[in-house]
């Protein structure tokens, strides 16, 4: 069909849009607990989302994560960075417009990460 681009190659915003709704299924099928979605568009260069969720052990992180890169393997978005599957203590997954962090609760716990992003943002000339 002339004028409609194939779901890999659309771009912006739309795109994240759909990645995160992927994410977001993929999270919820591996029984993922606890998931936040963050917006950071606008507030960092590292994407346009951050989601954070927990899984009941290392190897129950380790399948969520497993899970997720499959299934973005499968839409075409198998291009992700990822780093601590060797553990299963903090997987964090980078698809360049979301990133992903999948924590045993209490490593969550002790690095907060989404009470940090979601501070509201200090205006510089409070600090002056």
Known sequence: MPG???QSMERGADAAAQALELVLASLEDSKAEDIVTINIAGKSALGDYMVVVSGRSNRH???ISEHLISDLKDEGLGTARVE???????VLIDTG????HVFRPEVREFYNIEKMWAAPD???ETLH
């Open 84 to 90: 601590g599957l060797e553990m299963g203590d903090w």
């Open 122 to 124: 200090i205006d510089e």
């Open 4 to 6: 409609i681009l194939p």
């Open 61 to 63: 992180v380790n399948a």
């Open 97 to 100: 417009d979301i990133i992903i």
